[in-house]
């Protein structure tokens, strides 16, 4: 059985869906070393109090520019935007496409997140749907779009069969580590 976990904000940023993925991974990593996990999160850069950009963290450790404000090189004009966002499309698949590779000793993939900036890769989403064909357990993040429409592509992972959507707010945000750790718990122990 395949249970994805969807965390997803009323706002595009700063709800708290990544340092919820992160707090629900250090769970399972305390309580289950030998987990095999695989997958990648993305982190805000800040300078002082303002956002210039984000990373893709791999669970490893690894890093590298998947967004900026402050890059400016001739390379850098060709990239897709987001907002005042410039996108590194080839920094983030070097990164994140070779952590979606499904092995057969992976007991879960995390994805933070399956969103605009991530999408401009044409390789990402039929990576993603591997991964959801795999029947391997997944925790992902989508956004909620401002606009009230999904950003194309998100609707079909939220309406998967095995997803749980789950509505996260900064009044919910404790409640609902608890809930989804327990869950992945529960199906990992169970697989």
């Known amino acids: 059985m395949l249970s994805c976990h969807w965390p997803s904000g009323n706002s595009a940023f700063g709800v708290g869906k990544t340092t919820l993925i992160i707090r629900v991974l250090e769970a399972l990593k305390q309580s289950n070393p030998s987990l095999k996990i695989q997958g990648f999160y993305t982190r805000e850069l800040r300078e002082g109090a303002e956002r210039v950009g984000f990373e893709v963290v791999t669970l490893d450790g690894r890093r590298g520019p998947l967004a900026s404000t402050t890059i400016s090189s001739r390379e850098s004009q060709r990239w897709p935007n987001v907002g005042r966002y410039k996108v590194d499309v080839s920094s983030f698949e070097s990164l994140a496409l070779p952590e979606l590779q499904v092995k057969v000793d992976t007991d879960l993939f995390i994805i ?66 608890e809930q989804i750790y327990s869950n992945l718990i529960n199906l990992l122990q169970n697989q």
């Open 112 to 177: 933070d997140e399956v969103g605009k900036m991530e999408l401009f890769s044409s390789s990402f989403f039929p990576a993603v749907l591997r991964v959801l064909e795999s029947n391997i357990p997944l925790l992902a993040s989508v956004p909620i779009p401002k606009s009230g429409r999904d950003i194309p592509g998100v609707a079909r992972l939220k309406n998967h069969p095995g997803a749980t959507m789950c509505m996260l707010n900064t009044s919910n945000r404790d409640a609902m580590k």
